[in-house]
């Protein structure tokens, strides 16, 4: 059964940081690229960060770069992303998925929640101020 579970959400003063944690389970780490994502109250899903398979990273969220950093450990099954310096409204539920099985499963792209196949439950940001 494919999964992937986040984990390392929780609450965070401004400028504070966070690690999170993608593990996935039943599947191949190494054979699909993964992304994630971040919806926050009453807004629409946001492109956030994407690893391929051979560690390319694209940082869609212009406010994240040189503060998000997207990293994957195969062996381990997880990809991780840390995030530093971050602001009140950053608060949203972070998910992590999986780019949809297929020619392109390795590679990321921007803008297509229907591009991925598979995501996890989500784990909440909250940043006070």
């Known amino acids: 059964q494919v999964q992937l579970v986040e984990s390392g959400g929780g609450e965070v003063h401004a400028g504070g940081s966070l690690k999170l944690s993608c593990e996935v389970s039943?599947?191949?780490?190494?054979?699909?690229?993964i992304a994630w994502f971040r919806r926050a109250p009453g807004k629409g899903y946001e492109d956030v960060s994407c690893?391929?398979?051979?560690?390319?990273?694209?940082d869609y969220a212009n406010s994240v770069k040189g503060r998000f950093f997207i990293s994957r450990d195969n062996p381990k099954n997880t990809v991780y992303l840390q995030m530093n310096n971050l602001y009140p409204n950053e608060t949203a539920i972070y998910y992590c998925?999986?780019?949809?099985?297929?020619?392109?499963?390795?590679?990321?792209?921007?803008?297509?929640?229907?591009?991925?196949?598979?995501w996890g439950r989500g784990t909440q940001v909250t940043v006070s101020s």
């Open positions: 039943g599947f191949s780490l190494d054979s699909y690229a």
């Open positions: 690893i391929t398979t051979t560690d390319v990273i694209y």
């Open positions: 998925a999986r780019r949809s099985g297929g020619p392109f499963q390795k590679l990321c792209v921007k803008g297509n929640p229907y591009e991925w196949d598979t």
